[in-house]
């Protein structure tokens, strides 16, 4: 974002993920008082083109969105939706003195319990 004389203009929009595969969706973002930016979303990239199975996938950027890192899968194994016809986008993400926390549901299956990961930025 640049402001001049009053005016705010963003950027181009700049891809997050870096992974050619799959399908990216529901994100969450946020700023901590560092100014790093956070960002978080669903992933399909290793679920073999289905859909219905999909991680959680975390980045962060330090040069005001200018660049992000690596990509961090946040699950420990695949969130599997199979055939609900409503998985929901509860995704968000909080950030803080050197921590991320993506938070997400699996969808109100599964429990549809509230999960979270500690990441360490580096």
Sequence with gaps: RATSAGVTTFTSP?????????????????????GRLHACWFDTRNSAKRSSKYDIYATFSSDNGATFGQNTRVTPALINAGSASFIGDYTGIAAENGFAHPVWTSGGFNGGNLQTRELQVP
């Design 14 to 34: 700049v891809v997050l993920n870096d992974a050619p595969k799959g399908q990216q969706f529901f994100p969450a973002i946020t700023a901590d008082s560092s």
